[in-house]
């Protein structure tokens, strides 16, 4: 699985996840997301929204709440 952030005003570099690494909530909001991504998306813009699909990770309460509290000023 390959993870990015992409925004008009800049793009993250890609992130691999490692083959057979399980993605749960867990990992992708502590790994992906906290370690990786997100650090990466404040430096281009304080400015952005998190747009996923339906994965069982992305949807997860624990992944969600991590979303809407950590976007500081949600573009709606």
Known sequence: MV????SVLGVTE???VNPGVKINGK????T???EELLPVVRNI???FSFQQHNA???RAKETVLFCT???PRPIV
Not at 3 to 6: D, P, Q
Not at 27 to 30: C, I, Q, R, V
């Open 3 to 6: 993870s990015i952030g992409v």
């Open 14 to 16: 890609l992130h691999f």
């Open 27 to 30: 990992y992708y909001k502590e």
């Open 32 to 34: 992906l997301l906290k």
């Open 45 to 47: 813009s304080e400015y």
């Open 56 to 58: 069982p990770a992305h």
């Open 69 to 71: 509290v950590s976007a």
